[in-house]
């Protein structure tokens, strides 16, 4: 870990400094047409109970046959990961009673999961931090509870039971609740990337749960030095927390939570509690169960799942440029590290950016106009970057016009909200030229502009000679009266000329 990801990070209690502990277990579903043991569809927002087997309904004597699928989206998953992909894994029985498992247990990896330990780096506005990746295990979902259908009954909907799950499990490497949060972005960018999981949250299809101890500053880092958790504090696990801005604010309640009992004199339980985002706290749900709690024991039915080597670096030869190299990439192109992270973060921002840059659109040029211009519209409309109505070639377009001058930047905005309300898919023949708004470079139309406003401003004339930073405010007044048009390099250049104005520096 580098020096960065080690610093020291502590919260202020009333006895002195804390450290916060993070780990993390991602639930992220597995990107495929049928579930993990059967071939029953995962459509989403299906008529409940819709999309159901006799093996997802724990039918006696249905036999689960694993989906080959699944097995490569998790190996995937591991290999962008950077993780150490198992060729032996097991299924265990992973044993409890609810109404909406129906069989009376899970079928998940434990002792032996698909994929080993990895890593993650997230960056940070100062820092880049590594969080360890403990294990990537598959397994299948459950159904659910509905309790909101009926005012005397609750009922049970098993569309999501034996759906294909890769839980991540992180080590507790994360210090900072904006570090929790920037890890599930990451994570998710990732996934998305790697078309292994949608990450759709709203949807349920990326959810985790988060672990928060803390210890008395100094704790994290003997336990980093001795790898001994008896340095760290007791943990709470808090369940299916499914928003980047979730995590945080269940970090932040949940780490004060702890150190007022503990000043006061009081002991952390450990427990599964919930985040109530509305009351924006946390709230204890049951204690925390032991995986003696599940007596685990591998499944008769499923023989252990063997991989063939070649098979796993043939999937390994397919993977994309992931968000890590493209960054890389787009900073040796010119980019600020900020900028770079900007448009790595979605899959379909990168591609938009590179499609400009295909276009013709210099690189750095490109990335400014998005961050500054573009984003910001679809920001305000509510719009994602596949939803814009302008094109990646239009808005290169009116780049490359910038750069070659033959419309200012001020222009530019106004052809840019022209092109998203039009959508000509042209801007430079059928907004620039069939508008008149080419920049104005004729050094005799620019001249008598000036002359104009010379003529309207003879005391400013008198006090620009005095203070020459003054000629900026002539500078807008000559724009004005050219519409916009005028090459503000150019009116800047002859300003200073008919002034007698000395050059800057």
Request: proline content about 2%.
């Given at each position: 870990m580098s020096a960065a990801a080690t610093k020291s990070k502590t919260i202020k209690g009333q006895t002195g400094d804390w450290d916060i502990v993070i780990g993390m277990e991602v639930h992220a579903q597995v990107l495929s047409n049928s579930k993990l043991f059967s071939g029953a569809s995962t459509t989403f927002g299906a008529e409940p109970n819709s999309q159901v087997s006799f093996v997802d309904a724990?039918?006696?004597?249905?036999?689960?046959?694993?989906?080959?699928?699944?097995?490569?989206?998790?190996?995937?998953?591991g290999l962008g990961l950077k993780a150490h992909i198992n060729l032996t894994s097991v299924f265990d029985r992973k044993n409890y009673f609810y109404p909406y498992l129906p069989s009376g247990y899970q079928l998940s990896e434990y002792k032996s999961p698909i994929v080993?330990?990895?890593?993650?780096?997230?960056?940070?506005?100062?820092?880049?931090?590594?969080?360890?990746?403990?294990?990537?295990?598959?397994?299948?979902?459950?159904?659910?509870?509905?309790h909101d259908q009926h005012p005397d009954n609750s009922f049970v909907d098993l569309n999501r039971s034996g759906i294909a799950l890769m839980e991540i499990v992180t080590?507790?490497?994360?210090?900072?609740?904006?570090?929790?949060?920037?890890?599930?972005?990451?994570?998710?960018?990732?996934?998305?990337?790697?078309?292994?999981?949608?990450?759709?949250?709203?949807?349920g299809s990326m959810r985790a749960d988060v672990n928060v101890s803390v210890c008395k500053a100094g704790g994290y880092d003997r336990f980093m030095q001795t790898g001994d958790f008896k340095h760290l504090g007791t943990r709470c696990e808090i369940k299916n927390v499914n928003s980047m801005r979730f995590i945080a604010q269940a970090v932040e309640y949940e780490a004060r939570r702890q150190i007022e009992i503990i000043e006061n004199g009081g002991t952390?339980?450990?427990?599964?509690?919930?985040?109530?985002?509305?009351?924006?706290?946390?709230r204890s749900m049951r204690s925390k169960e032991e995986a003696h709690d599940y007596r685990y024991f591998p499944d008769p039915d499923l023989l252990p799942l063997v991989l063939e080597q070649a098979w796993v670096d043939g999937i390994k030869a397919t993977l994309p440029e992931l968000p890590d190299e493209k960054r890389a990439r787009f900073i040796k192109a010119g980019l600020s590290a900020y900028d770079a992270s900007v448009l790595v973060a979605e899959r379909e921002t990168a591609d938009y950016f590179e499609a400009m840059v295909a276009g013709g659109a210099d690189a750095k040029s490109a990335a400014n106009w998005l961050n500054n211009e573009y984003f910001g519209r679809l920001n305000k409309a509510g719009l994602a970057i596949t939803e814009g109505p302008v094109t990646a070639k239009a808005n290169a377009e009116i780049v490359k016009m910038v750069?070659?001058?033959?419309?200012?930047?001020?222009?530019?905005?106004?052809?840019?909200?022209?092109?998203?309300?039009?959508?000509t898919g042209d801007p430079r023949g059928r907004i620039v030229e069939a508008r008149g708004l080419k920049q104005v470079t004729d050094t005799g139309a620019i001249d008598a502009a000036i002359e104009q406003v010379i003529a309207a401003n003879p005391d400013k004339v008198e006090e620009v000679k005095l203070k020459p930073k003054l000629a900026a405010w002539f500078v807008g007044q000559v724009m004005k009266a050219s519409g916009g048009k005028a090459n503000p390099a150019a009116v800047n250049a002859a300003l200073k000329k008919r002034l007698n104005l000395p050059d800057e520096g």
């Open positions: 724990g039918m006696p004597g249905m036999l689960p046959v694993i989906n080959e699928k699944c097995v490569e989206q998790a190996v995937r998953t080993g330990e990895g890593e993650v780096f997230i960056d940070l506005k100062d820092e880049q931090v590594r969080v360890g990746i403990e294990r990537l295990h598959l397994e299948q979902d459950a159904g659910k509870s509905l080590k507790p490497h994360m210090r900072t609740s904006e570090e929790a949060a920037a890890f599930l972005k990451k994570l998710r960018a990732i996934v998305r990337y790697l078309g292994t999981c949608d990450g759709n949250m709203d949807e952390i339980k450990q427990e599964t509690r919930l985040f109530d985002s509305r009351q924006g706290e946390t750069a070659e001058q033959l419309i200012s930047g001020k222009i530019a905005k106004d052809v840019l909200d022209i092109e998203w309300e039009e959508k």
